[in-house]
């Protein structure tokens, strides 16, 4: 069955568009903001996007540019829907990589039959079953170096261990290993990966996930290998160097 992700803030409107698309015949899950998106988007990967712009934390447009960017869900299609219906508003939703616009209010024959349509373009056959078969099961995995993250199983697998990770792990390996190299700040992880407004939530929270994901990955009791502390800046996912 095809699943489509609503992102919308107004609850009013995901539960009319759940309701109305599960008419249809799809298969509809809910967020109520974009990281919460991303997440659930990662977990159970959505053949579409319905997406507002005008939410709290993340909008729409940052959160269609980060689904352009991140690594398991750079090719799903993404439908704007938004109270935000001026010509340029619509350039910046297809600039942000967008497949198609639609403004509020609408009428939910016209967005089904512009569900159909993107389904259809995104869904041609490829040049070969097994091929695509295989292209999909390399989208479904993040390696960097020797450590790999299978998004299917959410397990990790380093050179010395398999271990099953819990949605949090998860939620934030996923998002150190797809920005392998870079520093995150308890802070920016606290926005990023639990969905925290700016200077809310405890450091302390991030330091027990931190330490729990390198009980489970790191090789020895030693200094971390992968999950490195740069004092005084954060952390960060790093290829250890041999």
């Known amino acids: 069955m095809t699943t489509i992700l609503v992102i919308d803030d107004d609850e009013l ?5 759940q309701r109305s698309l599960k008419f249809y ?3 509809v899950m809910v967020a109520n903001s974009g990281i919460e998106g991303l997440q659930l988007a990662r977990r159970h990967r959505p053949d579409l996007f ?6 709290p934390g993340a909008d729409g447009y940052r959160v269609c540019r980060d689904i352009r960017s991140d690594p398991l869900l750079k090719e799903l299609p993404v439908l704007f829907l938004t109270a935000k219906g001026k010509d340029e508003d619509r350039i910046e939703g297809f600039r942000a990589g967008a497949d198609d616009y639609l403004s509020k209010p609408f009428n939910m024959e ?3 039959l512009r569900v159909q349509a993107i389904l259809r373009r995104v869904q041609q056959p490829e040049n070969g079953q097994e091929g695509g078969q295989k292209g999909e099961e390399e989208e479904l995995l993040i390696s960097v170096g020797d450590v790999t993250l299978d998004c299917r199983t959410f397990k990790v697998i380093t050179p010395s261990r398999t271990v099953l990770l819990t949605n949090v792990q998860f939620d934030l390996l996923y998002h150190l290993m797809s920005h392998a190299e870079q520093v ?6 606290l926005q990023d990966v639990w969905d925290y407004p700016p200077d809310t939530g405890s450091p302390e929270l991030v330091r027990a996930h931190i330490k729990n994901l390198r009980d489970k990955i790191e090789p020895g009791t030693g200094e971390p290998v992968y999950i490195r502390t740069i004092q005084g800046h954060g952390y960060t996912f790093s290829v250890p160097v041999s």
């Open 110 to 112: 016209e967005l089904q």
């Open 13 to 17: 409107v995901s539960q009319t568009l």
């Open 25 to 27: 015949g799809y298969h």
């Open 184 to 189: 995150f700040t308890s802070q920016q992880l």
């Open 50 to 55: 319905i997406l507002d712009i005008i939410m």
